[in-house]
Structures are given as C-alpha cells and as structure tokens.
C-alpha cells in the first residue's frame, strides 16, 4: 500500500504503517550513524542529555558526502542498520519513533520496537544521488566534530521509504523471499 | 628506462577517484539495465528502477552513486624498466587526498580501528603492488563500500570439501549478507593460493570486466552455476524478493597447497566501481 506521512508523527500513525508500505516522508527527520549512536547512548547511560529530542523523531542512518557548493546535501543514501542495533533499545525507549536504514535488525531491536511501538524502513542502499534530490534543507545540529558523521536536521520531501518491520514485528525481509519464491515456482 | 615523475601519478590518481565515484563501468550499467527489464519481483522491480535513475542522476549531476565513496583500494602493476622520480606510493595518497577533497566525496577512513579517528582526507589507501615486466605503470583504482564488505567472508575449506564445498560457502555467504550489502551483488571469489591471497584474488575479481568470464572452462562453468543459483534463492534487490539477488560472479583462482583449498568470498554491492589508467 502507497502511503504518505509527515515526520515527526505518533504512535497512533506508527501503529497504522505495516510490512510491505510503500512510504514517501515529507517532514524533519535527523541523521546519526555509527559515532553519533555511540555518544548519544554513552551520554544517555550516564544520565547526561542528547543534544537532539527523541520523543516522536525519526533517525536516518546516513553519513552523506560534503555538499557542493549551492547545494543542500551531497549524496546521501542509507547505510546498513545492524551496526546500530547495539544503541537502538536504548533510543527507543527515550521515545524514538522511527528508523531510516537498510539491512536487517537484530532479535532485541525487533523486541525493543514491539514493546515502544517504533517503525523500522528501508530506503534503498545505493541510491544516495537519487536519494539526495528528496532533501531540501540540511543543517549540523550536533557532533560537528565528526565529519559526515555529525547529526544533521533535515527537511525531507517525498522520501521513499519501505516500511520494513512494523511495531507488531512483522518483518518484510522474512516474509518477501519466500513470497517472492512461492508465486513464482515453475 | 622510461622516467616518470610523480605529480603526473598523483593528477591521474586525483581524476581516477572522481571518475569511479560518479559513473559506473559500461558492463555494470548495463547488467543493471538489463536486470531492471528482466527482474520479476514486484518490489525487486521498482528498487531497480530507482537504481537505474540514481545512476542518470550521478551522472547528469555529477553526484556520486553511493555516499559509501569507500576506502580507496589500488591495484598497481609498476614495469620493472620504469623509474618513478618520487616516492609512488606517496603520489597515490596525494592524489586520493586531492581526488576525495575536490570531487566532494565523503572521507570514511579512521586513522586507527580502535581508536577512530577519521583521517579527514581519505587516507591511507590501501595500494597492492606487483612488478610487472615492461616500461609503463598501471594504476586500478577500486573504491570499496563497507555495507558489503563487512559481509565478506574467507572459508579455509579441504580438498575433500570439492565443488560443492565451495558452492555451499558462497551461497552461505550471499545468504548471510541478505539485504545488508545492498543487493544486486556482484561477487568476487577468490580460490587457492593461501589464507591472504586468496581475498585478495576476490577482490581482484570484483574489478574483472563483468563481460569477460574466467579463461578457464570449469572456473566459467562454476561462475555460471554459481550465478544461476544464487538468483534462485529469491533475495532480490534491496532483499525484498526478486529474481535478480546478484549480477555477477568473478572468479580468480591461483595454485595451493597439497593441504588445502581456501575461499574467500569479497562481497560488493551494484555500485560496484573500479577505474584504471596506463602511464
């Protein structure tokens, strides 16, 4: 099903997106990969604050290249999910609401989603020239310091994302080889 | 002997890293072409169209197909009959620093694995040399992502373990890296030799003209088999279900141990980039 939806949105809009949604996100979301994970959730541990709100906020996995000049963004597709799945249940549980990624997640990511009501896409990996057309403002709002890894706010247009795994834990990458394989037995 | 002066290594170096970053090799767009009108997925089918306009996109715009503009891998073939006036492979690095900062790709290497801190430049790369007989230097530039690197893998498999030992580990592999390594895949398997060369053999693989299957008949007889039956696991694009789950698959083999038969399997994505020049 082709959905549109603004960012940041609630749980009740998180709870109508399921497995298999053809999504496109017009709206702010914000950017952290590796680094930024793990010094929001060092911070976090220690009881410290995070220099962005998590409550309702979408977080895309993407360290993009540098901009040229009159540009907003350089390219800026998804980089895989799995390395972040370490920090995940913990920005969860501080009210993340959704996730921008490629790749699977781990077992306790996918638990940890069910119990806070979160939802995991996909956008697709490789795609960063096409994917950068959608991103209309871009600005470091944190983490300076770490380069393409700094969290940036964006201002996202129409962004094409797949929902993945939905917050009852259905997960497309489980279900759609064997569907895929199913409807097209010799 | 032929002199050749180090700046007009590093101006090459410096062009090669943009080039690669923004347009992919004739063979490689048109498998991903071809696999955009052939896929039979439904979502497979869409996630291939939007990689076939990402790559018009790069390449009108001159931005680069992936951000993952990856760590900066060489290949160099240096004539023994050649005299190179400076240090080589500091005029590799000069121009990976100058390439990475002028054509705006992303600096994605940490000085130290522990440690991390990014280098800002883009430097070190990583250079394999060979002495080559003849008067001239090759230079391949690879540019590797690490979504599909990371889902690499080295298999010290026995003799006894035969074909199907290797068949087995590779589609393993392909199963294991599912939609982490950004299908379509193109994999690099690398045979024989010993524990190091053999991934190096698969990455050299990678940077093999997708058209041009292995010299060797039961090498391109197991490259076609391994293909076929890669795509009937029905991973697909993105591993959202499709018929297209890898593009190609090179194989490079060496001789080996009495003992042994090591497999390496270097995984890339379809932005699968290599460029080389001859100076």
Same mark, same amino acid.
């Given at each position: 099903?082709?959905?549109?939806?603004?960012?940041?949105?609630d749980?009740?809009?998180?709870?109508?997106?399921?497995?298999?949604?053809?999504?496109?996100?017009?709206?702010?979301?914000?950017?952290?990969?590796?680094?930024?994970?793990?010094?929001?959730?060092?911070?976090?541990?220690?009881?410290?604050?995070?220099?962005?709100?998590?409550?309702?906020?979408?977080?895309?996995?993407?360290?993009?290249?540098?901009?040229?000049?009159?540009?907003?963004?350089?390219?800026?597709?998804?980089?895989?999910?799995?390395?972040?799945?370490?920090y995940?249940?913990?920005?969860?549980?501080?009210?993340?609401?959704?996730?921008?990624?490629?790749?699977k997640r781990?077992?306790?990511?996918?638990?940890?989603?069910?119990?806070?009501?979160?939802?995991?896409?996909?956008?697709?990996?490789?795609?960063?020239?096409?994917?950068?057309?959608?991103?209309?403002?871009?600005?470091?709002?944190?983490?300076e310091?770490?380069?393409?890894?700094?969290?940036?706010?964006?201002?996202?247009?129409?962004?094409?994302?797949?929902?993945?795994?939905d917050?009852?834990?259905?997960?497309?990458?489980?279900?759609?080889?064997?569907?895929?394989?199913?409807?097209?037995?010799? | 002997?032929?002199?050749?002066?180090?700046?007009?290594?590093?101006?090459?170096?410096?062009?090669?890293?943009?080039?690669?970053?923004?347009?992919?090799?004739?063979?490689?767009?048109?498998?991903?072409?071809?696999?955009?009108?052939?896929?039979?997925?439904?979502?497979?089918?869409?996630?291939?169209?939007?990689?076939?306009?990402?790559?018009?996109?790069?390449?009108?715009?001159?931005?680069?197909?992936?951000?993952?503009?990856g760590?900066?891998?060489?290949?160099?073939?240096?004539?023994?009959?050649?005299?190179?006036?400076?240090?080589?492979?500091?005029?590799?690095?000069?121009?990976?620093?100058?390439?990475?900062?002028?054509?705006?790709?992303?600096?994605?290497?940490?000085?130290?694995?522990?440690?991390?801190?990014?280098?800002?430049?883009?430097?070190?790369?990583?250079?394999?040399?060979?002495?080559?007989?003849?008067?001239?230097?090759?230079?391949?530039?690879?540019?590797?992502?690490?979504?599909?690197?990371?889902?690499?893998?080295?298999?010290?498999?026995?003799?006894?373990?035969?074909?199907?030992?290797?068949?087995?580990?590779?589609?393993?592999?392909?199963?294991? =890296?599912?939609?982490? *390594?950004?299908? %379509? !895949?193109v #994999?690099?398997?690398?045979?024989g030799?010993?524990?190091?060369? @053999?991934? /190096?053999l698969?990455?050299?693989?990678?940077?093999?003209?997708?058209?041009?299957?292995?010299?060797?008949?039961?090498?391109?007889?197991?490259?076609?088999?391994?293909?076929?039956?890669?795509?009937?696991?029905?991973?697909?694009?993105?591993?959202?279900?499709?018929?297209?789950?890898?593009?190609?698959?090179?194989?490079?083999?060496? =001789?080996?141990?009495? *003992?042994?038969? %090591? !497999?390496? #399997?270097?995984?890339?994505?379809?932005?699968?980039?290599?460029? @080389?020049? /001859?100076?």
């Open positions: 099903m082709e959905r549109h939806i603004t960012a940041p949105f749980k009740e809009q998180v709870k109508e997106l399921h497995a298999g949604d053809y999504v496109y996100i017009t709206g702010t979301i914000y950017t952290a990969r590796d680094a930024a994970h793990k010094r929001m959730y060092e911070a976090l541990l220690k009881g410290e604050e995070i220099p962005i709100s998590l409550d309702g906020n979408t977080i895309y996995y993407l360290g993009p290249t540098p901009a040229k000049e009159g540009k907003v963004i350089g390219s800026a597709g998804p980089t895989t999910s799995s390395r972040m799945d370490k995940t249940p913990l920005l969860l549980s501080k009210g993340l609401n959704g996730m921008i990624g490629k790749g781990s077992r306790e990511v996918i638990e940890s989603m069910t119990e806070n009501k979160a939802v995991y896409f996909a956008a697709v990996g490789g795609a960063g020239a096409l994917l950068s057309k959608c991103i209309k403002e871009a600005e470091v709002v944190a983490y310091d770490l380069g393409t890894e700094a969290i940036r706010k964006l201002r996202v247009e129409d962004f094409p994302v797949i929902v993945v795994i917050s009852d834990g259905n997960n497309l990458y489980e279900t759609a080889t064997a569907e895929y394989l199913e409807k097209n037995k010799e | 002997m032929r002199v050749i002066q180090k700046d007009s290594i590093t101006a090459a170096v410096r062009e090669m890293c943009i080039q690669a970053n923004l347009c992919l090799s004739p063979d490689m767009e048109a498998r991903i072409r071809n696999a955009e009108k052939s896929e039979k997925g439904t979502l497979g089918k869409k996630i291939l169209e939007q990689l076939v306009q990402n790559m018009d996109i790069a390449k009108e715009e001159q931005i680069p197909i992936c951000q993952d503009t760590m900066a891998v060489f290949f160099v073939k240096v004539g023994q009959d050649l005299h190179v006036e400076g240090n080589l492979t500091e005029a590799i690095q000069e121009g990976v620093r100058q390439g990475y900062r002028d054509g705006f790709l992303r600096k994605s290497v940490v000085s130290d694995p522990i440690l991390r801190q990014n280098t800002g430049d883009n430097t070190p790369a990583i250079i394999h040399y060979d002495i080559v007989p003849g008067d001239k230097l090759e230079l391949l530039i690879a540019p590797k992502g690490f979504g599909s690197e990371n889902m690499s893998r080295i298999f010290m498999l026995k003799p006894a373990d035969g074909v199907e030992g290797i068949k087995a580990s590779v589609l393993q592999a392909v199963r294991d =890296a599912g939609p982490n *390594a950004c299908p %379509p !895949l #994999v690099g398997v690398g045979i030799g010993d524990f190091e060369l @053999s991934a /190096i698969a990455k050299k693989a990678l940077t093999r003209n997708l058209e041009s299957p292995s010299p060797l008949p039961h090498i391109r007889k197991l490259e076609e088999e391994l293909l076929s039956e890669i795509n009937a696991l029905g991973i697909g694009p993105g591993g959202l279900g499709g018929s297209t789950t890898a593009l190609a698959v090179n194989i490079e083999t060496y =001789a080996t141990h009495i *003992a042994g038969m %090591p !497999l390496a #399997v270097n995984m890339c994505c379809h932005v699968n980039r290599h460029v @080389s020049v /001859i100076l």
